[in-house]
């Protein structure tokens, strides 16, 4: 059973940046393509980027990609997800999820974690 633990979510002033993190365990082969994905409030979850087992880094948010470092830690089990430069507008739930390979639609993956909340306020 794969089970996905988000942590590193918070309040944060405009202009900084989170350092979320993703913990896996009970990993299959079949699972480790990891994806984060961002869900505003009142809104549809949308894709972030991807890291696949092999450290492909893809990236579905044009207009943060920018601002984002994506990176994996296989010896932890963990995926990290770098977020700088904070605005206001990136206030949301951030989830990530696993699956066999990346893909920027949340119906794809079969694991989730229980997403962590960042606020992004002065």
């Known amino acids: 059973q794969v089970q996905l633990v988000e942590s590193g979510g918070g309040l944060v002033q405009p202009g900084g940046s989170l350092r979320l993190s993703c913990a896996a365990s009970?990993?299959?082969?079949?699972?480790?393509?990891i994806a984060w994905f961002y869900q505003a409030p009142g809104k549809e979850r949308e894709g972030v980027s991807c890291i696949s087992s092999s450290g492909d880094i893809t990236y579905y948010r044009d207009s943060v990609k920018d601002r984002l470092t994506v990176s994996r830690d296989n010896a932890k089990n963990t995926v990290y997800l770098q977020v700088n430069s904070l605005k206001p507008e990136d206030t949301g739930f951030y989830f990530c999820?696993?699956?066999?390979?990346?893909?920027?639609?949340?119906?794809?993956?079969?694991?989730w974690g229980q997403g962590t909340q960042v606020t992004v306020s002065s």
């Open positions: 999820a696993a699956d066999a390979r990346c893909s920027p639609y949340s119906s794809l993956y079969n694991y």
């Open positions: 009970g990993f299959r082969r079949d699972y480790e393509a």
